[in-house]
């Protein structure tokens, strides 16, 4: 028998064994053996969800890396991009290939520049047509205010273009092109091919063109008169007229209008165009200067009728 006995008759018991240092410190409760929990227990039994949902949500977010490490490997090794291009190859077998383009809208420009730029792609499979670039391209063109791309199934590219409308031709360095209202260069032309349109001459002119637009729109019985302007200093116009008269125009907006209603007024009353007249200048607000060809003077018919237009401004010195 072992040494460690209960005495008969004492109420005394022998000390109970030492516990070996790392044991877990248990105590019995009503014949449970219940353990001493660590902090790491304490904290996850306070968390308010259960430990079957912890095990799953353990388990997904294993999955969810597993997935992440696999798309971003596949991304390195460039798996996508070969089976993008497998797909396109297959596609253009099976007959989905640019193989026609139908051109909208087009009225002036040369198709065959929407035509080059549709057609002239590397890679033609419809699955792999690069619409955003393809527009983009297409709005470089001169003529193009806008366009649109999109593909009809099976082998087709409609593009839809939206062109310019050109308002006068510009001269600036010896060289004349068709512009728009907002300066656009449209494209060259020659002096055997101009349209009949107005001439603005002069840096930055075609930039002016807009304004010159409305100030004509103040004066309609002039408009379909003029043969072009010139932007002079880049502060103010010479009007040129196809009878062959200028007009010198004042600075600022509101004078330039003042002034063109004022000389639009003066030959609907003296009918000054095509007298002969060389220039009307009108920059100076108080005076109304006629200037006449070197070679002759004024005839009696010419001084009445300059009269009258002094009379007319109020304030005139021929």
């Known amino acids: 028998m072992s040494d460690a006995r209960i005495r008969r008759g004492s109420t005394s018991r022998l000390s109970p064994p030492r516990r070996k240092s790392g044991t877990k410190v248990t105590s019995r409760r009503g014949g449970r053996t219940l353990k001493r929990q660590s902090f790491a227990d304490r904290v996850i039994s306070a968390i308010p969800v259960s430990e079957t949902t912890m095990q799953r ?20 090794f460039g798996l996508p991009g070969m089976m993008r291009m497998e797909f396109a190859q297959a596609a253009a077998h099976a007959g989905f290939e640019v193989d026609k383009v139908e051109v909208r809208g087009v009225e002036r420009m040369d198709e065959l520049q929407v035509y080059n730029i549709a057609l002239g792609q590397v890679d033609r499979s419809m699955v792999n047509v690069d ?9 470089k063109l001169g003529w193009v205010k806008d366009a649109r791309v999109s593909r009809r199934l099976p082998d087709t590219l409609v593009v839809d273009i939206v062109e310019r409308q050109p308002v006068a ?65 880049d502060r103010r116009w010479d009007l040129r007229f196809q009878s062959g008269e200028t007009l010198s125009l004042p600075e600022g907006e509101k004078p330039a209008s003042a002034a063109l209603l004022n000389f639009a007024r003066l030959d609907g009353v003296n009918h000054l165009l095509g007298r002969g007249i060389v220039r009307f200048d009108m920059r100076d607000p108080s005076k109304f200067v006629l200037r006449l060809p070197k070679d002759r003077g004024p005839k009696p018919e010419e001084k009445t009728e300059t009269k009258a237009a002094e009379a007319a401004s109020k304030d005139g010195e021929v």
């Open 57 to 76: 949500m353990a388990t997904w977010g294993i999955v969810g890396a597993v997935i992440v490490a696999a798309v971003g490997g596949a991304g390195y």
């Open 131 to 139: 619409l955003p670039k393809l527009r983009g391209d297409l709005m």
């Open 169 to 233: 031709v510009w001269q600036h360095g010896g060289n004349l092109a068709l512009i728009d209202v907002t300066g656009a260069v449209l494209q060259p032309v020659s002096q055997q091919t101009m349209p009949d349109l107005p001439l603005v001459v002069g840096p930055s002119a075609n930039l002016q063109t807009a304004n010159l637009g409305k100030l004509m729109d103040a004066a309609p019985a002039l408009k379909p008169m003029l043969a072009g302007a010139t932007w002079v200093g």
